[in-house]
Structures are given as C-alpha cells and as structure tokens.
C-alpha cells in the first residue's frame, strides 16, 4: 500500500513538474512571432487579399496598381514579407530611396520570414542602392524663417538641420523667405556620397556652402538610427551587406571622375585671374560645358545603373504571408 502510495505521490510529482515545465515553455514555443503580435485575424485576411491582388499584378507588370495594394496591406499588416514585395515594385517604378527604406524594413526582424534567398535579395540591393542610386544628403540652415527646397521638395525651415537619402543626379536647391528667393544653386550630387550643404550669410547674400566626401558604413548606421522609419535600436548587418555586394557587378558608379571636377575648377580659377572681360568670359564659357557634359555623362551612368537594377526585380517576390 505504502509502495502504490509513493508510485501515486510520484507520478502526481512527475505530472506537476512536466505541467510547470510545459506551462512555462508553451507560451514561448507557441507564441506568435511578432509581426504577428498585436494583428486582429480581421486585418490578417483583409491584408492577406490584398497583398495577394498586388501579387498578381506585380507579375503581370502592373507596378503602380500592385503598390497600392501593397501599401494598403501595410496599413492592416506590418510584415516583412509585404515590405519586400513593395520595396520590389519601387525598384521597377524607379523609386530609389522609398525601395532602400522598404528593404531594411523586410529586414527588421533578423530576415525572418523571409528565405534565405530573399535575404540575400534584400542585403543587396540595400549596399547597391546606397552606393550607386543615392546620395547622402546633410542641410543646415541657420536662416531664421528661410525655407530650404530641394527641387519641388520642401526640406527645412531654419533655423535647423535635414539629414537623409535623396536620389543622385542633378538638382536644384532654393532658400526662399516668403516668395523673396535669397540664394540658389544647381548642383551634381553623386552617388555613394555624403554631401554636406551648408546655407551661410556673407553681408547682404546669403549662399550656398557645399563640402562632399565618401560614404561610410558608420553614415548608413548613423542615418538609420536618426530615421523616423526604422525601428529604435535595430542593428544593421553590415557584415552581410558588404558580402552581398560583390555578387553583383552593376557597371559604372554614378559620379564624375575627380580628375574631370579638378578640370572645371581650374577653368574656374582661370576665369578669376583673368583681366581681359573677353578671356574670362571664354573661361566660364569653357567651364559651363565642361560641367554640363559631367552631368550628362553622370545622368547617363545613372539610368544605366537604375536600368540594370530594376532588371534584379523579375521575379523572386514572395508568394505567401507566414
């Protein structure tokens, strides 16, 4: 009896002990992973439909109708999955800097559920676009009240500072007050650059002060980290980017040769020096073309580069939502 009794206190011992061991590992092993977490099954299937709408017409080359559908997904649904397949139909509708912030975002929870293909996809196209499609862009403005446009695209209004990725190529920037124009200036921004612009006041004028350098793996961390897009403390594999890169040769970087810039700049000098009214305006003559074929030149290079890029995006979209 005392035997049958020990048996019963031990299988009763055993059964508490595996009830506790797998009422504390089932909610772990059971969980939903977190791009889960939080969605109503509602909003699931309602983003399900239309993530498969964009589907289909992502295949059938209907890229802007198949980007609605994809945003209106993410608006019920913020799934990796869904961010890829839209960062996809950026890149065929040449929208560099949007495809760039919708990548990393497929990329915000280690890669999953992405396959590792995908990943890789991903990884790539980040460095490639960070490099060969975008420019780093830095304005500050110290300018009580001034607005600073880049193009049509409003920026800042000082006094303060803009940071982010905005496409390569030439541009215009305005500093306005009001409808009075203060300063502007056509620029050629490079890509896989870091340009700083500086507005500064000189007596009455007021200019434009530009310093360029390369970019660095730390500007692509810094930027993400001040970026309203990206989660706060999400690490970025540069490790992975750097290894993606190389498998993939997209030609000609989009930037001038440093050689051909010193060129414009020493005809520039040369116009300065000169005395005779005739001599210097030759020389700033000489040096507009000069620039104005850079441009061209750079523009070329980068449709060449944007045209072998969207060509990655055939294809490889992500069928289902896990």
């Not at 992973?33 to 299937?45: L, M, T, Y």
């Not at 992405?114 to 780093?136: F, I, N, P, S």
């Not at 850079?294 to 294809?315: C, P, V, Y």
């Amino acid at each position: 009896m005392k035997h049958a009794q020990r048996n019963w206190k031990s299988v009763l011992g055993f059964g508490l002990v595996m009830a506790v061991t797998f009422g504390a590992l089932g909610p772990s092993v059971h969980a939903a992973p977190p791009w889960v977490d939080g969605v109503s099954e509602r909003d699931q299937k309602e983003a399900r439909n239309l993530f498969e709408q964009g589907n289909a017409l992502a295949k059938d080359a209907f890229f802007t109708r198949a980007l609605d559908r994809y945003k209106a997904s993410l608006a019920l649904w913020n799934h990796p999955s869904i961010h890829f397949n839209t960062a996809k139909a950026l890149l065929a509708l040449d929208q560099p800097v949007e495809a760039y912030d919708h990548f990393w975002l497929a990329l915000q929870h280690g890669g999953q559920p992405l396959t590792a293909a995908q990943v890789e996809q991903a990884l790539k196209y980040v460095g490639l676009l960070y490099r060969t499609e975008l420019t780093h862009l830095v304005v500050r403005c110290d300018e009580p009240k001034a607005d600073v446009a880049l193009g049509k695209r409003a920026l800042l209004t000082g006094p303060g500072t803009w940071e982010g990725l905005v496409r390569s190529g030439p541009v215009s920037l305005a500093l306005t007050s009001g409808k009075r124009e203060l300063a502007k200036s056509d620029q050629l921004l490079s890509a896989g650059r870091r340009v700083e612009v500086t507005c500064f006041k000189r007596g009455k004028t007021v200019a434009f002060d530009l310093v360029e350098r390369a970019s660095t793996d730390a500007d692509m961390v810094a930027l993400a980290g001040r970026s309203p897009v990206f989660p706060k403390a999400w690490p970025i594999d540069l490790e992975a980017v750097r290894a993606s890169e190389s498998t993939e040769d997209l030609g000609p970087r989009v930037t001038a040769p440093d050689a051909q810039r010193t060129k414009v700049l020493a005809i520039c000098d040369k116009a300065k020096a000169g005395t005779d009214l005739g001599t210097v305006c030759e020389a700033y003559t000489q040096a507009f073309r000069e620039r104005e074929r850079l441009t061209n030149e750079a523009e070329a290079a980068r449709k060449e580069a944007a045209s072998k890029l969207r060509e990655l995006t055939r294809g490889g979209i992500v069928d289902t939502l896990r």
